[in-house]
Protein backbone atom coordinates (compact mmCIF):
# COMPACT_ATOMS: atom_id res chain seq x y z
CA UNK A 1 0.00 0.00 0.00
CA UNK A 2 3.15 2.50 0.80
CA UNK A 3 4.46 1.98 -2.58
CA UNK A 4 1.22 3.51 -4.01
CA UNK A 5 0.38 6.22 -1.66
CA UNK A 6 4.53 7.43 -2.62
CA UNK A 7 3.60 6.98 -6.45
CA UNK A 8 0.63 8.80 -5.78
CA UNK A 9 2.08 11.72 -4.29
CA UNK A 10 5.45 12.16 -6.50
CA UNK A 11 3.39 11.39 -9.75
CA UNK A 12 0.85 14.43 -8.67
CA UNK A 13 4.60 16.91 -7.62
CA UNK A 14 5.36 15.72 -10.71
CA UNK A 15 2.60 16.62 -13.00
CA UNK A 16 3.05 20.12 -10.34
CA UNK A 17 6.35 20.57 -11.89
CA UNK A 18 4.70 20.08 -15.41
CA UNK A 19 2.05 22.89 -14.29
CA UNK A 20 4.52 25.56 -12.84
CA UNK A 21 6.25 25.15 -16.34
CA UNK A 22 3.16 25.45 -18.03
CA UNK A 23 2.60 28.41 -16.25
CA UNK A 24 5.33 30.46 -16.37
CA UNK A 25 5.23 29.77 -20.53
CA UNK A 26 1.73 31.17 -20.56
CA UNK A 27 3.06 33.94 -18.34
CA UNK A 28 5.86 35.06 -21.52
CA UNK A 29 3.21 34.99 -23.82
CA UNK A 30 0.52 36.88 -22.05
CA UNK A 31 3.32 39.78 -20.85
CA UNK A 32 4.41 40.17 -24.78
CA UNK A 33 0.92 41.51 -26.07
CA UNK A 34 0.65 45.01 -25.44
CA UNK A 35 -2.80 44.97 -24.70
CA UNK A 36 -1.84 43.71 -21.14
CA UNK A 37 -1.08 46.24 -18.85
CA UNK A 38 1.94 47.42 -17.25
CA UNK A 39 1.46 46.10 -13.71
CA UNK A 40 2.18 42.34 -14.35
CA UNK A 41 2.95 40.80 -11.82
CA UNK A 42 -0.05 39.17 -10.71
CA UNK A 43 0.64 36.95 -13.70
CA UNK A 44 3.36 35.10 -10.83
CA UNK A 45 1.08 34.96 -8.04
CA UNK A 46 -0.04 31.35 -9.14
CA UNK A 47 3.12 30.08 -10.05
CA UNK A 48 3.86 31.07 -6.22
CA UNK A 49 0.88 29.25 -4.80
CA UNK A 50 2.03 26.50 -7.19
CA UNK A 51 5.81 25.95 -6.10
CA UNK A 52 4.02 26.43 -2.64
CA UNK A 53 1.81 23.42 -3.36
CA UNK A 54 4.97 21.40 -4.95
CA UNK A 55 6.85 21.87 -1.79
CA UNK A 56 4.39 21.09 0.26
CA UNK A 57 4.16 17.47 -1.84
CA UNK A 58 7.25 16.96 -1.33
CA UNK A 59 7.76 17.41 2.41
CA UNK A 60 4.72 14.96 2.89
CA UNK A 61 6.01 12.56 0.78
CA UNK A 62 9.90 12.70 2.29
CA UNK A 63 8.87 13.71 6.15
CA UNK A 64 5.06 12.87 6.50
CA UNK A 65 2.96 9.56 6.89
CA UNK A 66 0.34 10.24 4.71
CA UNK A 67 -3.06 7.78 4.70
CA UNK A 68 -4.10 6.81 0.96
CA UNK A 69 -7.27 9.51 1.26
CA UNK A 70 -4.22 12.44 1.67
CA UNK A 71 -2.72 11.02 -1.14
CA UNK A 72 -5.83 11.00 -3.40
CA UNK A 73 -6.36 14.08 -2.51
CA UNK A 74 -2.98 15.47 -3.66
CA UNK A 75 -2.41 13.86 -6.57
CA UNK A 76 -6.18 15.08 -7.28
CA UNK A 77 -5.02 18.70 -6.57
CA UNK A 78 -2.31 18.39 -9.30
CA UNK A 79 -5.04 16.93 -11.84
CA UNK A 80 -7.09 19.85 -11.15
CA UNK A 81 -4.50 22.34 -11.39
CA UNK A 82 -3.40 20.31 -15.06
CA UNK A 83 -7.07 20.42 -16.14
CA UNK A 84 -7.65 24.42 -15.22
CA UNK A 85 -4.18 24.85 -17.05
CA UNK A 86 -5.19 23.14 -20.11
CA UNK A 87 -9.03 25.22 -20.00
CA UNK A 88 -6.71 27.82 -19.38
CA UNK A 89 -4.91 27.74 -22.69
CA UNK A 90 -8.07 26.70 -24.78
CA UNK A 91 -9.79 29.83 -23.65
CA UNK A 92 -6.76 31.95 -24.61
CA UNK A 93 -6.25 30.17 -27.78
CA UNK A 94 -10.09 30.84 -28.51
CA UNK A 95 -9.87 34.74 -27.21
CA UNK A 96 -6.88 35.07 -30.09
CA UNK A 97 -8.27 33.99 -32.71
CA UNK A 98 -11.56 35.92 -32.19
CA UNK A 99 -9.20 38.82 -31.84
CA UNK A 100 -7.80 37.88 -35.67
CA UNK A 101 -11.20 37.07 -37.13
CA UNK A 102 -12.17 40.20 -35.63
CA UNK A 103 -8.73 42.26 -36.78
CA UNK A 104 -9.03 40.48 -40.49
CA UNK A 105 -12.65 41.84 -40.84
CA UNK A 106 -11.83 45.02 -40.21
CA UNK A 107 -8.62 45.07 -42.46
CA UNK A 108 -11.52 43.56 -45.24
CA UNK A 109 -14.03 46.29 -44.47
CA UNK A 110 -11.19 48.74 -44.69
CA UNK A 111 -10.13 46.97 -47.99
CA UNK A 112 -13.74 46.67 -49.22
CA UNK A 113 -14.21 50.64 -48.55
CA UNK A 114 -11.30 51.37 -50.46
CA UNK A 115 -12.30 48.80 -53.28
CA UNK A 116 -15.16 50.69 -53.18
CA UNK A 117 -13.90 54.39 -53.53
CA UNK A 118 -11.58 53.61 -56.01
CA UNK A 119 -14.70 52.00 -58.25
CA UNK A 120 -16.68 55.10 -57.71
CA UNK A 121 -13.70 57.25 -58.28
CA UNK A 122 -12.77 55.79 -61.09
CA UNK A 123 -16.04 55.22 -62.76
CA UNK A 124 -16.77 59.06 -62.10
CA UNK A 125 -13.36 60.06 -63.83
CA UNK A 126 -14.59 57.08 -66.86
CA UNK A 127 -18.01 58.44 -67.35
CA UNK A 128 -16.98 62.57 -67.13
CA UNK A 129 -15.11 61.87 -70.99
CA UNK A 130 -17.54 59.24 -71.89
CA UNK A 131 -20.08 61.81 -71.00
CA UNK A 132 -18.53 64.27 -73.87
CA UNK A 133 -17.77 61.34 -76.05
CA UNK A 134 -21.10 60.07 -76.62
CA UNK A 135 -22.85 63.58 -76.20
CA UNK A 136 -21.21 65.18 -79.22
CA UNK A 137 -21.47 61.94 -80.75
CA UNK A 138 -25.19 61.88 -80.53
CA UNK A 139 -25.03 65.71 -81.71
CA UNK A 140 -23.22 64.66 -84.61
CA UNK A 141 -25.50 62.33 -85.85
CA UNK A 142 -28.66 64.45 -85.65
CA UNK A 143 -27.10 66.82 -87.56
CA UNK A 144 -27.74 66.87 -91.39
CA UNK A 145 -25.57 66.39 -94.14
CA UNK A 146 -23.74 63.82 -93.57
CA UNK A 147 -21.73 61.59 -95.66
CA UNK A 148 -22.41 57.65 -95.55
CA UNK A 149 -19.03 57.06 -94.55
CA UNK A 150 -19.10 59.92 -91.93
CA UNK A 151 -22.34 58.64 -90.55
CA UNK A 152 -20.77 54.70 -90.19
CA UNK A 153 -17.86 56.32 -88.23
CA UNK A 154 -20.06 58.40 -86.06
CA UNK A 155 -22.23 55.22 -85.52
CA UNK A 156 -19.42 52.86 -84.67
CA UNK A 157 -17.46 55.40 -82.35
CA UNK A 158 -21.01 55.49 -80.51
CA UNK A 159 -21.49 51.73 -80.53
CA UNK A 160 -18.06 51.12 -78.92
CA UNK A 161 -18.56 53.86 -76.56
CA UNK A 162 -21.84 52.43 -75.39
CA UNK A 163 -20.28 48.75 -75.37
CA UNK A 164 -17.63 50.64 -72.67
CA UNK A 165 -20.39 51.87 -70.93
CA UNK A 166 -22.21 48.75 -70.29
CA UNK A 167 -19.00 47.02 -69.39
CA UNK A 168 -18.64 49.68 -66.53
CA UNK A 169 -22.26 49.63 -65.52
CA UNK A 170 -21.64 45.67 -64.98
CA UNK A 171 -18.68 45.75 -63.01
CA UNK A 172 -20.29 48.46 -60.91
CA UNK A 173 -23.27 46.06 -60.73
CA UNK A 174 -20.81 43.18 -59.38
CA UNK A 175 -19.53 44.85 -57.02
CA UNK A 176 -22.76 46.05 -55.66
CA UNK A 177 -24.09 42.39 -55.39
CA UNK A 178 -20.86 41.06 -54.00
CA UNK A 179 -20.85 43.63 -51.17
CA UNK A 180 -24.85 43.09 -50.55
CA UNK A 181 -25.42 46.23 -51.59
CA UNK A 182 -27.60 45.75 -54.23
CA UNK A 183 -30.89 47.35 -53.19
CA UNK A 184 -34.41 46.92 -55.13
CA UNK A 185 -37.00 49.27 -55.37
CA UNK A 186 -40.94 48.63 -54.92
CA UNK A 187 -42.58 50.64 -57.21
CA UNK A 188 -46.12 50.55 -59.27
CA UNK A 189 -45.34 50.32 -62.96
CA UNK A 190 -47.37 49.01 -66.31
CA UNK A 191 -45.79 45.84 -67.79
CA UNK A 192 -47.31 47.01 -70.91
CA UNK A 193 -45.35 50.14 -71.20
CA UNK A 194 -42.06 48.22 -70.22
CA UNK A 195 -41.98 45.66 -72.90
CA UNK A 196 -43.05 48.42 -75.67
CA UNK A 197 -39.85 49.99 -74.37
CA UNK A 198 -38.03 46.87 -74.45
CA UNK A 199 -39.37 46.52 -78.25
CA UNK A 200 -38.26 49.66 -79.67
CA UNK A 201 -34.82 48.55 -78.55
CA UNK A 202 -34.56 45.15 -79.89
CA UNK A 203 -36.07 45.73 -83.19
CA UNK A 204 -33.86 48.85 -83.97
CA UNK A 205 -30.49 46.62 -82.79
CA UNK A 206 -32.33 43.66 -85.03
CA UNK A 207 -32.59 45.99 -88.05
CA UNK A 208 -29.28 47.40 -87.74
CA UNK A 209 -28.02 44.15 -88.03
CA UNK A 210 -30.37 42.68 -90.46
CA UNK A 211 -32.15 39.81 -88.23
CA UNK A 212 -36.03 39.44 -87.47
CA UNK A 213 -37.63 40.64 -84.38
CA UNK A 214 -40.73 38.81 -83.07
CA UNK A 215 -42.58 39.59 -80.35
CA UNK A 216 -45.72 38.06 -78.62
CA UNK A 217 -47.51 38.44 -75.52
CA UNK A 218 -51.06 37.23 -73.56
CA UNK A 219 -53.11 39.47 -73.19
CA UNK A 220 -53.21 38.62 -69.19
CA UNK A 221 -49.80 40.10 -68.10
CA UNK A 222 -51.33 43.33 -69.79
CA UNK A 223 -51.46 44.55 -65.80
CA UNK A 224 -49.74 47.15 -62.88
CA UNK A 225 -47.32 45.15 -60.69
CA UNK A 226 -45.44 46.51 -58.44
CA UNK A 227 -41.76 46.26 -58.17
CA UNK A 228 -38.22 47.21 -59.48
CA UNK A 229 -38.95 47.97 -63.12
CA UNK A 230 -35.63 49.31 -64.24
CA UNK A 231 -33.81 46.10 -62.72
CA UNK A 232 -36.51 44.64 -64.86
CA UNK A 233 -35.86 46.45 -67.80
CA UNK A 234 -31.48 46.05 -67.43
CA UNK A 235 -32.21 41.64 -67.14
CA UNK A 236 -34.50 41.29 -70.23
CA UNK A 237 -32.39 43.83 -72.42
CA UNK A 238 -29.16 42.22 -71.38
CA UNK A 239 -30.65 38.97 -72.45
CA UNK A 240 -31.88 40.26 -75.85
CA UNK A 241 -28.52 42.27 -76.35
CA UNK A 242 -26.81 39.26 -75.87
CA UNK A 243 -29.36 36.79 -78.61
CA UNK A 244 -29.29 39.89 -80.65
CA UNK A 245 -25.03 40.03 -80.36
CA UNK A 246 -24.56 36.34 -81.15
CA UNK A 247 -26.70 35.89 -83.98
CA UNK A 248 -25.50 36.77 -87.69
CA UNK A 249 -27.71 38.04 -90.16
CA UNK A 250 -30.09 36.32 -91.62
CA UNK A 251 -31.41 35.20 -88.35
CA UNK A 252 -34.47 35.30 -86.11
CA UNK A 253 -34.72 36.78 -82.25
CA UNK A 254 -37.95 35.79 -80.47
CA UNK A 255 -39.15 37.35 -77.33
CA UNK A 256 -42.55 35.93 -75.98
CA UNK A 257 -43.99 37.15 -72.67
CA UNK A 258 -47.40 34.61 -71.15
CA UNK A 259 -48.54 34.31 -67.70
CA UNK A 260 -47.45 30.86 -65.90
CA UNK A 261 -49.31 31.24 -62.60
CA UNK A 262 -51.81 33.87 -60.96
CA UNK A 263 -52.92 34.22 -57.29
CA UNK A 264 -54.79 36.49 -55.51
CA UNK A 265 -51.71 38.95 -54.94
CA UNK A 266 -49.53 38.37 -57.37
CA UNK A 267 -48.46 36.91 -61.06
CA UNK A 268 -45.79 34.86 -62.14
CA UNK A 269 -44.73 35.59 -65.19
CA UNK A 270 -42.53 33.81 -68.31
CA UNK A 271 -40.13 36.09 -70.27
CA UNK A 272 -38.32 33.57 -73.40
CA UNK A 273 -35.72 34.87 -75.37
CA UNK A 274 -34.29 33.15 -78.22
CA UNK A 275 -32.36 33.15 -81.29
CA UNK A 276 -30.89 31.56 -84.05
CA UNK A 277 -27.39 32.29 -83.27
CA UNK A 278 -24.22 30.36 -82.35
CA UNK A 279 -25.18 28.88 -79.90
CA UNK A 280 -23.13 26.89 -76.58
CA UNK A 281 -21.92 23.49 -76.20
CA UNK A 282 -23.94 21.24 -73.28
CA UNK A 283 -20.91 21.34 -70.96
CA UNK A 284 -19.99 25.35 -70.83
CA UNK A 285 -24.26 25.84 -69.39
CA UNK A 286 -23.35 24.96 -66.18
CA UNK A 287 -20.24 27.79 -66.34
CA UNK A 288 -22.50 30.75 -68.06
CA UNK A 289 -23.55 32.44 -65.51
CA UNK A 290 -20.21 32.66 -63.69
CA UNK A 291 -18.38 35.52 -63.35
CA UNK A 292 -15.62 36.26 -67.10
CA UNK A 293 -16.73 33.10 -68.45
CA UNK A 294 -16.83 32.67 -71.99
CA UNK A 295 -16.91 29.14 -73.73
CA UNK A 296 -14.46 30.28 -76.63
CA UNK A 297 -12.04 32.85 -76.80
CA UNK A 298 -12.12 33.11 -80.89
CA UNK A 299 -15.84 34.27 -80.46
CA UNK A 300 -15.01 36.78 -77.75
CA UNK A 301 -12.62 38.61 -80.16
CA UNK A 302 -15.41 38.12 -83.13
CA UNK A 303 -18.52 39.16 -81.36
CA UNK A 304 -17.19 40.69 -77.93
CA UNK A 305 -18.14 40.38 -74.65
CA UNK A 306 -16.76 40.56 -71.15
CA UNK A 307 -18.50 37.99 -69.39
CA UNK A 308 -20.00 39.84 -67.01
CA UNK A 309 -23.61 40.40 -67.96
CA UNK A 310 -25.15 37.27 -68.21
CA UNK A 311 -23.52 36.87 -64.36
CA UNK A 312 -25.36 40.06 -63.57
CA UNK A 313 -28.15 39.31 -64.70
CA UNK A 314 -28.75 35.86 -63.10
CA UNK A 315 -27.62 37.81 -60.00
CA UNK A 316 -30.96 40.56 -60.81
CA UNK A 317 -32.74 37.34 -61.18
CA UNK A 318 -32.06 36.39 -58.10
CA UNK A 319 -32.74 39.43 -56.35
CA UNK A 320 -36.13 39.49 -57.65
CA UNK A 321 -37.09 36.41 -56.42
CA UNK A 322 -37.00 34.29 -59.92
CA UNK A 323 -35.14 31.86 -61.57
CA UNK A 324 -33.33 31.63 -65.19
CA UNK A 325 -32.87 28.74 -66.98
CA UNK A 326 -31.31 28.23 -70.27
CA UNK A 327 -31.29 25.48 -73.23
CA UNK A 328 -28.55 25.97 -76.12
CA UNK A 329 -27.23 23.93 -78.74
CA UNK A 330 -23.97 24.71 -80.41
CA UNK A 331 -24.82 26.48 -84.37
CA UNK A 332 -28.42 25.84 -83.71
CA UNK A 333 -29.20 28.95 -80.94
CA UNK A 334 -30.21 29.66 -77.40
CA UNK A 335 -33.25 30.15 -75.38
CA UNK A 336 -33.36 31.79 -71.94
CA UNK A 337 -36.22 31.18 -70.06
CA UNK A 338 -37.13 33.58 -66.66
CA UNK A 339 -39.45 33.04 -64.52
CA UNK A 340 -40.77 36.38 -62.59
CA UNK A 341 -43.28 36.35 -59.26
CA UNK A 342 -44.58 40.14 -59.82
CA UNK A 343 -46.88 41.39 -57.05
CA UNK A 344 -49.95 43.23 -57.98
CA UNK A 345 -50.48 47.05 -57.64
CA UNK A 346 -53.25 47.15 -55.25
CA UNK A 347 -56.42 49.20 -57.30
CA UNK A 348 -56.04 52.34 -54.92
CA UNK A 349 -52.06 52.09 -56.00
CA UNK A 350 -53.23 51.51 -59.98
CA UNK A 351 -55.75 54.88 -59.72
CA UNK A 352 -52.81 56.88 -58.37
CA UNK A 353 -50.64 55.71 -61.47
CA UNK A 354 -49.71 58.97 -64.10
CA UNK A 355 -51.06 58.89 -67.15
CA UNK A 356 -48.18 58.98 -70.29
CA UNK A 357 -47.41 62.79 -70.43
CA UNK A 358 -48.26 64.11 -73.22
CA UNK A 359 -45.98 67.32 -73.45
CA UNK A 360 -43.64 68.79 -75.00
CA UNK A 361 -40.15 70.24 -73.54
CA UNK A 362 -40.42 73.10 -76.36
CA UNK A 363 -40.60 76.42 -74.49
CA UNK A 364 -39.82 75.00 -71.38
CA UNK A 365 -36.76 76.65 -69.57
CA UNK A 366 -34.60 74.47 -67.56
CA UNK A 367 -31.74 75.37 -65.04
CA UNK A 368 -28.37 73.38 -65.50
CA UNK A 369 -25.80 73.11 -63.15
CA UNK A 370 -23.16 71.17 -64.14
CA UNK A 371 -19.06 72.35 -63.70
CA UNK A 372 -17.31 71.00 -66.70
CA UNK A 373 -18.13 73.37 -69.69
CA UNK A 374 -17.76 70.52 -71.93
CA UNK A 375 -20.97 68.20 -70.39
CA UNK A 376 -22.90 71.23 -70.10
CA UNK A 377 -22.44 72.51 -73.54
CA UNK A 378 -23.56 68.71 -74.90
CA UNK A 379 -26.71 69.05 -72.59
CA UNK A 380 -27.90 72.49 -73.24
CA UNK A 381 -27.52 71.90 -77.10
CA UNK A 382 -29.54 68.24 -76.92
CA UNK A 383 -32.11 70.44 -75.34
CA UNK A 384 -32.27 73.03 -77.50
CA UNK A 385 -32.75 70.54 -80.27
CA UNK A 386 -36.12 69.67 -78.63
CA UNK A 387 -36.78 73.91 -77.92
CA UNK A 388 -36.03 74.28 -74.19
CA UNK A 389 -33.94 77.54 -73.34
CA UNK A 390 -31.62 76.87 -70.76
CA UNK A 391 -29.72 78.63 -67.77
CA UNK A 392 -26.27 77.09 -66.94
CA UNK A 393 -24.84 77.54 -63.26
CA UNK A 394 -21.07 76.34 -62.95
CA UNK A 395 -21.80 75.55 -58.95
CA UNK A 396 -24.95 74.42 -56.90
CA UNK A 397 -24.25 78.18 -55.11
CA UNK A 398 -25.40 80.12 -58.35
CA UNK A 399 -27.92 77.76 -59.39
CA UNK A 400 -28.95 78.27 -55.93
CA UNK A 401 -28.86 81.81 -56.03
CA UNK A 402 -30.43 81.75 -59.94
CA UNK A 403 -33.48 79.61 -58.48
CA UNK A 404 -34.13 81.86 -55.54
CA UNK A 405 -34.17 85.41 -57.64
CA UNK A 406 -36.57 83.72 -59.95
CA UNK A 407 -40.54 84.16 -61.28
CA UNK A 408 -42.56 81.62 -59.67
CA UNK A 409 -43.06 79.55 -62.44
CA UNK A 410 -39.73 80.74 -65.01
CA UNK A 411 -37.77 77.62 -64.38
CA UNK A 412 -39.65 74.30 -65.19
CA UNK A 413 -37.41 71.98 -64.32
CA UNK A 414 -33.45 71.73 -62.51
CA UNK A 415 -31.04 69.24 -63.83
CA UNK A 416 -28.20 68.97 -61.27
CA UNK A 417 -24.90 67.50 -60.98
CA UNK A 418 -23.57 66.08 -57.92
CA UNK A 419 -19.77 66.94 -57.32
CA UNK A 420 -19.35 70.60 -58.08
CA UNK A 421 -16.98 73.35 -56.05
CA UNK A 422 -18.16 75.98 -53.90
CA UNK A 423 -21.49 74.14 -53.12
CA UNK A 424 -22.02 70.12 -54.31
CA UNK A 425 -25.95 69.42 -55.49
CA UNK A 426 -26.67 67.19 -53.05
CA UNK A 427 -26.13 70.60 -50.99
CA UNK A 428 -27.74 72.88 -53.13
CA UNK A 429 -31.13 70.59 -53.32
CA UNK A 430 -31.77 70.59 -49.75
CA UNK A 431 -31.66 74.43 -49.23
CA UNK A 432 -33.74 75.06 -52.45
CA UNK A 433 -36.32 72.52 -50.96
CA UNK A 434 -35.94 73.66 -47.82
CA UNK A 435 -36.45 77.52 -49.21
CA UNK A 436 -39.47 79.67 -49.02
CA UNK A 437 -39.70 80.20 -52.82
CA UNK A 438 -42.95 78.84 -54.38
CA UNK A 439 -41.75 76.64 -56.51
CA UNK A 440 -39.64 75.27 -54.14
CA UNK A 441 -41.31 72.14 -53.28
CA UNK A 442 -42.74 70.89 -56.83
CA UNK A 443 -39.50 72.29 -59.18
CA UNK A 444 -38.66 68.82 -60.52
CA UNK A 445 -34.71 68.27 -59.50
CA UNK A 446 -33.23 65.29 -61.24
CA UNK A 447 -29.36 64.44 -60.44
CA UNK A 448 -27.39 64.39 -64.21
CA UNK A 449 -23.77 63.06 -63.05
CA UNK A 450 -21.34 60.27 -63.36
CA UNK A 451 -21.91 58.91 -59.82
CA UNK A 452 -23.98 55.85 -60.52
CA UNK A 453 -23.70 53.93 -57.19
CA UNK A 454 -26.79 52.89 -55.11
CA UNK A 455 -25.73 55.03 -52.08
CA UNK A 456 -25.27 57.69 -55.11
CA UNK A 457 -28.91 56.96 -56.32
CA UNK A 458 -30.02 57.12 -52.60
CA UNK A 459 -28.60 60.14 -51.82
CA UNK A 460 -29.63 61.91 -54.34
CA UNK A 461 -33.24 61.01 -53.97
CA UNK A 462 -33.03 61.79 -50.14
CA UNK A 463 -31.55 65.05 -50.13
CA UNK A 464 -34.96 66.09 -52.19
CA UNK A 465 -34.27 65.55 -55.76
CA UNK A 466 -36.87 63.44 -57.74
CA UNK A 467 -34.76 61.16 -59.93
CA UNK A 468 -31.39 60.39 -60.62
CA UNK A 469 -29.99 59.76 -63.93
CA UNK A 470 -26.38 58.37 -64.73
CA UNK A 471 -23.63 60.03 -66.83
CA UNK A 472 -23.85 59.88 -69.79
CA UNK A 473 -27.32 59.43 -70.21
CA UNK A 474 -29.37 58.44 -73.31
CA UNK A 475 -30.87 61.62 -74.74
CA UNK A 476 -34.38 60.20 -75.12
CA UNK A 477 -34.33 58.83 -71.46
CA UNK A 478 -33.12 62.49 -70.72
CA UNK A 479 -35.84 63.99 -72.46
CA UNK A 480 -38.51 61.70 -70.94
CA UNK A 481 -37.45 62.24 -67.61
CA UNK A 482 -37.87 65.77 -68.07
CA UNK A 483 -41.50 65.41 -69.24
CA UNK A 484 -42.45 63.21 -66.81
CA UNK A 485 -41.46 65.01 -63.76
CA UNK A 486 -42.22 68.54 -65.55
CA UNK A 487 -46.26 67.18 -66.36
CA UNK A 488 -45.78 66.36 -62.66
CA UNK A 489 -45.01 69.44 -61.93
CA UNK A 490 -47.17 71.61 -63.91
CA UNK A 491 -50.57 69.47 -62.52
CA UNK A 492 -49.28 70.28 -58.95
CA UNK A 493 -48.94 73.65 -59.85
CA UNK A 494 -52.38 74.46 -61.72
CA UNK A 495 -54.01 72.50 -58.66
CA UNK A 496 -52.45 75.15 -56.03
CA UNK A 497 -54.62 77.58 -54.77
Known sequence: MNWIINGMIYLGAALMVYNIWGFLQFTKQIQQQESVSKERTFLYIPIVLLVFFLIGYLMVALFGKPTLIIA????????????????????????????????????AE??????????????????????????????????????????????????????????????????????????????????????????????TLCNRKGLTYQFSAEDEVNHRYIGDELRLKQMLLSLLDNAVKYTNAPGTVSFSVSLEARSEQSDTIRFVISDTGIGMDEDFLPKLFTVFSREDSRSTSSYGGSGLSLAV?????????GTIHVDSRKNQGSTFTVLLPLEKAPETVVETLEPEPDISLNGKRILIAEDIPENAEIVIDLLELEGASTDHAVNGAIALDYFLKSEPGYYD????????????????????????HPDAKTIPIIALTANAFESDIRDSLNSGMDAHLAKPADSDMLYGTLKKYIYRHLTERSDRP
Open 72 to 107: GILFGGSIFVFIMYITLLRVTDIVRNNERLEAELIA
Open 110 to 203: ESNRAKNSFLATVSHEMRTPMNVIIGLDTLALKSGNLSPETKDYLEKIGASAHHLLDLINNILDINSIENGSLEMVNEPFLLHDSLEQLNAISE
Open 313 to 321: TKRIVEQLN
Open 413 to 436: AILMDLRMPEMDGLTATKKIRASN
